[in-house]
Each structure stands twice: as structure tokens, then as C-alpha cells.
């Protein structure tokens, strides 16, 4: 079979969704490039090609990456989804230098690994009452690892805490635009149009809020994210009212999600590796260069995506210029070239190259704060449960199937104080 029919199969039976790593490892060795029918674009799956994809923004592009998947419906769906076309015109996310540039150094200001530390004592309040209220058979996906991500960047945002239904209903939406990778699926685009005119009529509101706080001398800079670029608004270094909600938006959609999987997909690996636990409850200094090994095993995002700008090749294949380009970042986080025995998860290992967050200018720039909250949840159960169990058959577990965003549908698990 070739590459993509292999890649298909596996589409069909799941495999990919629930264990898509032997693909990746017979990928790398026999068409670690290779045009996906079922994809809509380039699947590269090899560590420096991914590594040199994400670095290089002088030949492959962000920008206009969700229009390349709008253009894919027929005219007539096209025509309903206005705002969406308009809204991932610009923002952070989805733009190139200099825009980019100008985006992420007023956003950087604002959104620095210090504040995200800063956060750390909000987030360990909130992971100790979502646990407080955790009975002893649970679903960490549902219980924890959805609200905790959302509740604090909702903090972050300044939003209420009533608000996050609503913002978790519209970032599912939104993320929905990508589950098919490079394709797109109409009803699902309609459903994200309508979600995010909500979001956005919200995130205004928001806005509109710090500016008349600020009208009135009581605007706090450091009280929220929002704070901080109306805020900058008085030395006329601000962004656009359109890249203010766009950002604003992206950082909900991106930081919520994603969070939550990544969780999940690493409790899930804990739990299957027997002494894992018991090794972080001994030594919790691990924690940390656990939760990166965690990213780079099993991450949340599992692939990248960029438009080629012209004609390039990438390993003796030949990719046209304006075609969609997706490095496969959890097939280059199992490189065998980069990372010893890369199929293995081992607490401890100096797991830093993973690109799990990215890379180059459009690294994450939540993965700070997604450490701070992976840290305090981990080292939080650990203090209130003296054993964590899974409550089903490993292969009874379900996940999402999603190009984009990897994940379980829910992680059922029994407690022991």
C-alpha cells in the first residue's frame, strides 16, 4: 500500500486516533514525505524536516491557512461564513512578519513566563476546590482536566468564572474547523461561524469594559491579559479592535483544549506505567521534566500546519508553492534519530527538543501557563489520593477523532484517599 492509503486504513479503523505511533515509525522509515488525499496536504513526519518546517517562516506561512480550508467548500457554504474569513484574517495565530512581529511583541509583553508563575497560586486555588469536590470514581477529563485549563485562562482573560460554559461550548466549536486536518467539513464551519460572532460579541464586551475602566483612571494593567493591551492603547503601540479580539479569542480557543489533552493523554501514560505515580509522589522535583516528557510522548496537538509560499522541497520531494504543508509534530517527538529508545516514556529524560509547543515564531506561547497548570494538578492529586487507578480496560477508552487535536472523550478512573 502506499502512504496515504496506509494512512487511510488507519483512519478507518481508528487506529490512528487511538495509537497512530506505529504509522508514524514505518512513515519515517519508508515515505517520511508524501501528498495526503485524506489529510489535504504534505504529511512530513521526520524531526528535522518538522523542526526546519516551523522555523522556517521566510518559506512556509501561517497566514491564510484557515481561508486555504473555507476555499475547499462550495461557494455557497462560502458565502454564509463571512466572519469567519474576516476574523482569521488577522491575529496572532494567523499572521506573518512583520504583522506577527508587531502582534506577539505587544502580546509578549503581557504574556511573559513570569506572569504565567504569577499565575501559579490562582491555579493551585482552583485545582484545590475542583478536587475538593471529586468523588472517588471520577472522570478526570470531564471533572478535571476540562474545567481547571478553562477556569484559569479564563482568569487570565478576566472573564467570570459564570462565563466559562459558554466559553468552552465556543472553543469546541471553533477547534471543530480543523479535526479533518487540511479539509474541511461544512456543517462544521457553520456551526463555528455562528460560535464565534458569540465569542467575539463577548471577548467586545470585554474589551470595551477595560477601556472604560481605563476612561476612568481604575484600570489595573496587571488584573488580566485584556488589561494589559487596552492598556497599551495610551502609547499608541496597540492592536487593531479586530487583532484585539482575534488574540483574545485564539488564546481561549488554543490555551483550553489543548491544555486539557495534553493532561489527559499524559495521566493516561502515568497510569500506564506502573511506579510512575509512585515515583513523582517520592520525588515531585520530577514533576517538571515529567510534564515535558508527557508533551513530547503523547502531546495534544499532534500536527502543525503552514502554506508553502513557493516551490520547495522537503527531502527530494517536490511540494508546490500555495499547497498546505502538515509537519506531523507527535511523529517527530518519537524520532528515534533525536530521542533514545523514543518509543518509551522515561520520567526524567531531557526531553526539552520536543516540539509539542512548536517551534520558531510561533512557538506557544501558553506553554508556560500549561506547565504551571500540568505541575499543580499533578502534585495536587497526588497530595489528596494515596492510589489513582483506571476504572476501564485500557481498550476501552475512547478518543476523539480529530486530525488536529488528540485526545480521550473521558478518562474514568477510581480514587483512594
Same mark, same amino acid.
Given at each position: 500500500m502506499?502512504?496515504?492509503e496506509l494512512?487511510?486504513? *488507519? ?7 487511538s ?7 514505518r512513515?519515517?522509515?519508508e515515505?517520511p514525505?508524501?501528498y495526503?488525499?485524506?489529510l489535504g496536504g504534505?504529511?512530513?513526519t521526520?524531526?528535522n ?15 491564510g491557512?484557515?481561508?486555504?480550508l473555507?476555499?475547499?467548500?462550495k461557494?455557497?457554504v ?9 476574523h482569521f484574517?488577522?491575529g496572532?495565530a ?6 506577527h512581529k ?7 509583553q503581557?504574556f511573559t513566563?513570569k506572569?504565567a ?24 477529563i470531564?471533572?478535571?482536566f476540562?474545567p481547571v ?5 479564563g482568569r487570565?482573560l478576566?472573564?467570570? $468564572?459564570?462565563d466559562?460554559?459558554?466559553?468552552i461550548?465556543w472553543?469546541?466549536?471553533i ?7 487540511g479539509l474541511i ?10 460560535m ?15 477601556r472604560?475602566l481605563?476612561a476612568k483612571?481604575a ?8 488589561s494589559?493591551?487596552v492598556s497599551?492603547?495610551?502609547d499608541g503601540?496597540?492592536l487593531s479592535e479586530s $487583532? ?5 479569542v485564539?488564546?481561549?480557543v488554543?490555551?483550553?483544549e489543548?491544555?486539557?489533552?495534553l493532561?489527559?493523554?499524559g495521566?493516561l ?11 513523582l ?5 520530577l514533576?517538571r521534566s515529567?510534564?515535558d ?7 495534544s496537538?499532534?500536527r ?6 513557493r ?10 508553492a ?7 509534530l507527535?511523529?517527530a517527538?518519537r ?18 527538543k520536543?516540539l509539542?509547543?512548536g ?5 506557544c506561547?501558553g506553554?508556560?501557563? *500549561?506547565r504551571?497548570e500540568?505541575?499543580?494538578?499533578i502534585?495536587v492529586?497526588l497530595?489528596k489520593?494515596?492510589?489513582i ?6 481498550n ?5 477523532s480529530?486530525i ?8 474514568p478512573v477510581?480514587?483512594?484517599?
Amino acid at each position: 500500500m502506499s502512504a496515504d492509503e496506509l494512512l487511510g486504513a *488507519a483512519l478507518a479503523d481508528g487506529s490512528y486516533f487511538s495509537n497512530p505511533y506505529p504509522l508514524f515509525s514505518r512513515l519515517r522509515r519508508e515515505s517520511p514525505v508524501f501528498y495526503s488525499s485524506h489529510l489535504g496536504g504534505w504529511v512530513v513526519t521526520r524531526y528535522n524536516d518538522v523542526s526546519e518546517i516551523l522555523h522556517n517562516h521566510e518559506d512556509y506561512s501561517s497566514k491564510g491557512r484557515v481561508l486555504h480550508l473555507i476555499q475547499q467548500l462550495k461557494q455557497e457554504v462560502q458565502d454564509q461564513l463571512p466572519l469567519l474569513q474576516m476574523h482569521f484574517a488577522t491575529g496572532l495565530a494567523h499572521s506573518d512578519a512583520p504583522e506577527h512581529k508587531r502582534l506577539r511583541g505587544l502580546l509578549a509583553q503581557a504574556f511573559t513566563p513570569k506572569m504565567a508563575e504569577g499565575m501559579r497560586p490562582i491555579t493551585s486555588e482552583v485545582v484545590e476546590r475542583v478536587l475538593n469536590n471529586l468523588n472517588l470514581q471520577a472522570d478526570l477529563i470531564e471533572e478535571v482536566f476540562t474545567p481547571v485549563p478553562a477556569l484559569v485562562v479564563g482568569r487570565l482573560l478576566g472573564s467570570a $468564572e459564570s462565563d466559562i460554559p459558554d466559553l468552552i461550548r465556543w472553543a469546541h466549536a471553533i477547534n471543530g474547523l480543523y479535526e479533518k486536518g487540511g479539509l474541511i467539513a461544512a456543517d462544521k464551519a457553520l456551526h463555528a461561524e455562528a460560535m464565534l460572532e458569540e465569542m467575539r460579541i463577548f471577548v467586545g464586551r470585554l474589551a470595551e469594559n477595560r477601556r472604560e475602566l481605563r476612561a476612568k483612571g481604575a484600570l489595573d494593567p496587571q488584573a488580566d491579559i485584556l488589561s494589559a493591551l487596552v492598556s497599551a492603547e495610551l502609547d499608541g503601540d496597540s492592536l487593531s479592535e479586530s $487583532e484585539l479580539v482575534s488574540t483574545a479569542v485564539t488564546l481561549f480557543v488554543a490555551g483550553h483544549e489543548t491544555t486539557t489533552h495534553l493532561l489527559g493523554n499524559g495521566m493516561l501514560t502515568l497510569l500506564s506505567q506502573p511506579g510512575s505515580l509512585e515515583q513523582l509522589r517520592t520525588n515531585p522535583d520530577l514533576i517538571r521534566s515529567a510534564f515535558d516528557e508527557m508533551a513530547r510522548f503523547d502531546g495534544s496537538v499532534p500536527r502543525s500546519w503552514r502554506i508553502a509560499k513557493r516551490d520547495l522541497d522537503i527531502a527530494g520531494v517536490q511540494i508546490p508553492a500555495g499547497d498546505l504543508v502538515l509537519p506531523i509534530l507527535a511523529s517527530a517527538n518519537r524520532d528515534e534519530t533525536l530521542f533514545d529508545d523514543s518509543d518509551s516514556f522515561t520520567i526524567g529524560r531531557d526531553a526539552r527538543k520536543h516540539l509539542a509547543f512548536g517551534r520558531g515564531v510561533h512557538v506557544c506561547l501558553g506553554a508556560p501557563l *500549561a506547565r504551571v497548570e500540568g505541575e499543580e494538578i499533578i502534585k495536587v492529586l497526588l497530595a489528596k489520593f494515596s492510589a489513582i487507578e483506571l476504572a476501564v480496560a485500557p481498550n476501552e477508552l475512547r478518543w476523539r477523532s480529530d486530525i488536529a487535536l488528540r485526545g480521550l472523550l473521558s478518562l474514568p478512573v477510581r480514587l483512594s484517599r
